[in-house]
Structures are given as structure tokens and as C-alpha cells.
């Protein structure tokens, strides 16, 4: 009974999540948007301490999984066990996730204030996506190229990935390693639970306990779930950008599909533009009559430009990225 009534809560729970935003003037919604979803998954600044509950949730899991396996399931299948498993491959491949998670969250990447000599100016502007001369709002420094401000944080992460919510810190320069060395440690330990406990179960003579079969779908399950995230972490970085990059290039590469992305070819101003015809009041208007106006890809020039040298942009190819290193390994390198 008492699960059914849970079950039941966190459906209500989900529900008022997914509706609050949409019916945020009536109540109930209204008073659950302004009191629960406002202030925990909008405001960055209120009820901070929410920001150590997704890793308090991840470290929950990993302590379940290694007491199910130490109380419920290593004596059940000690005998199927090598030697060298339990004294030495067991703890460590238990070990690591912990110690790398803990790692990757106390390694603080380096910001436009707290940097190493020379990482503002390592990378140059590219004039498509980062344009120099640009203050943050918020810590009044000129961005270095491949910065980000994180709200969260409250600094601007120099070659900013994302704010990881599973170990509440911004990855960028200074941390990308530890980042991949939590993620690759976690697939390696729950691939190897899985495949072993898998390989003992369909091998047993003798009936196993329910707590092994838990055991090994929830490595199995997580094992897939940490193996995608980790492909798509690596394939961004195969491209030669980040996580906050990749949404930029979507949109330029929106643009460029609707063509209205653009290169100038005139020496005196910026090379790359958005092009946007206005219509006029008159609908009747001919098409060739209509007013175009160019707009800088620099989200802070907010200025109207009128180009006569132009060439519209067709293909992706067209469209250099200065950062892509071209090959994986180069760009890996050059993160870490």
C-alpha cells in the first residue's frame, strides 16, 4: 500500500511539473509554479543547497549497488568468483567511480578571473560565434573566446563545456580529464558487474537470489545509459567543439538552411551576418521592393547593416570552425 501511495505522489509530482509553466495563473498550478518550480528548476540563486541533491542521488545509487553485492549477492556467488577477483579486480573497480567522482567534483576549471598565464589568449575569436571586445554582464571581464558565463557557478568558464548537475560543477579548461576519466570509470565498473554477474547467472547450476538478478539489470541499465552519455560527450568533441558550441552551430546552421546566414566580402566590416527581409506595410508590395537588413552573428551588436558585397551561404563546409583540431585525438589533447 504504502508503495502504490508513492507511486501515486511522484505521478501527481510529475504532473505539476509538466503543467505548472503552462497553467502557471491558475490554482493550484499557480501556487505550486510560484513556490516550487519557480524558486528549484528557474531561479539559480534561491535554496542553493538543491544543487548537491542530483549528486547526493548519484552516490545513493552507487552505495545500494555495492551493499546489494557485498550483503546479498558475494556470498551467494563467492565460489563462482576467481581468487584474484575478490582480493584485487572487485575493489578496484569499486573504488574509482568514487574517488573520480570526487575528484571531478572538487577540480575547479579555470575562469576569466583564476586562470594559468595565457589561457585567456589562447584561443582566438573567430568572428562567427565569439567576438572580442565583449564584456560579461555579470563579472564585468572581456570574454575570452570559448567562455561561458555559468549563473550557477557565477563566472565565466574558459572553454566552457556544461554545468554537470551529476557532480554540480562547470566542466571546462582545467577539468575536462577528470570529467572523462569519472565517466569512462563508471562504464568500465558497471560493464564488468554486468558481464559477470550475466555470465554466473545463465551458468549456475542452482537457483540464484532475487538480489543477483536486481543486481545485474541495474548494471546493465546503467552501463547503457552511462556508455550514450558518453558517446555524445566524445562525438562533440570529435567536431572540434563543446557542449555550448554545438547549440551556437545548430543555430547557425539553421540559419544557413533557411539562407539567410551570410559572408561578407567587403574589408570594413565583420565577415559573417544573418540576413532578414522585412515586409512592409503594403502587402501588395513586390517582392524585390522589400527592405534587407544584415544583422551581425554577435548576439551584443545590435546594429542594422547594409552589405553590397555578399555571398550567401549554402553548405555546412562553407562554414570554417577554427577550434576543430581534425581528428579526434587532436581535440581530445588539446581539451585535456
Keep these: 500500500m504504502s508503495w502504490n501511495l508513492l507511486f501515486v505522489l511522484l505521478i501527481g509530482f510529475v504532473v505539476l511539473i509538466l503543467l505548472s509553466p503552462v497553467f502557471k495563473s491558475t490554482w493550484p498550478f499557480s501556487t505550486f509554479y510560484r513556490n516550487v518550480f519557480q524558486p528549484f528548476l528557474v531561479d539559480d540563486q534561491k535554496y542553493r543547497w538543491k544543487f548537491h541533491l542530483v549528486p547526493l542521488f548519484y552516490t545513493s545509487i552507487y552505495l545500494y549497488l555495492v551493499y546489494t553485492y557485498h550483503m546479498r549477492v558475494e556470498s551467494t556467488i563467492k565460489n563462482e568468483l576467481f581468487l584474484l577477483e575478490r582480493i584485487l579486480i572487485v575493489p578496484i573497480i569499486i573504488l574509482p567511480p568514487v574517488a573520480l567522482g570526487i575528484l571531478a567534483m572538487v577540480s575547479r576549471a579555470e575562469d576569466s578571473k583564476d586562470h594559468k598565464s595565457g589561457s585567456t589568449e589562447e584561443y582566438p575569436y573567430d568572428y562567427l560565434l565569439y567576438y572580442p571586445a565583449i564584456k560579461c554582464s555579470t563579472c564585468r571581464i572581456v570574454k575570452p573566446a570559448r567562455s561561458k558565463h555559468c549563473s550557477i557557478c557565477n563566472r565565466c568558464v574558459l572553454v566552457a563545456d556544461h554545468h554537470c548537475i551529476w557532480i554540480n560543477n562547470c566542466i571546462g579548461k582545467g577539468n575536462y580529464l577528470q570529467f572523462y576519466l569519472f565517466l569512462i570509470s563508471n562504464i568500465f565498473s558497471m560493464c564488468y558487474a554486468f558481464l559477470r554477474l550475466w555470465y554466473i547467472s545463465l551458468n549456475s547450476t542452482s537457483t540464484l537470489p532475487r538480489a543477483v538478478l536486481t543486481l545485474t539489470i541495474l548494471c546493465g541499465c546503467f552501463t547503457i545509459i552511462c556508455a550514450i552519455f558518453t558517446y555524445l560527450q566524445l562525438a562533440i568533441v570529435k567536431e ?40 512592409k506595410d503594403d502587402a501588395a508590395e513586390p517582392l524585390q521592393d522589400q527592405h534587407v537588413t544584415f544583422y551581425s552573428t554577435n548576439a ?29 585525438l587532436a581535440n581530445l589533447t588539446d581539451l585535456i
Design 240 to 279: 572540434g567543439m563543446t557542449t555550448n558550441e554545438q547549440d551556437k552551430w545548430y543555430t547557425i546552421q539553421e540559419y544557413m538552411r533557411e539562407g539567410k546566414l551570410v559572408r561578407s566580402l567587403d574589408d570594413d566590416c565583420p565577415s559573417w551576418f544573418f540576413k532578414c527581409t522585412e515586409q
Design 300 to 328: 551584443y551588436d545590435h546594429k542594422h547593416y547594409n552589405l553590397t558585397h555578399y555571398i550567401t551561404i549554402k553548405d555546412a563546409s562553407e562554414i570554417p570552425n577554427i577550434y576543430d583540431k581534425g581528428t579526434f
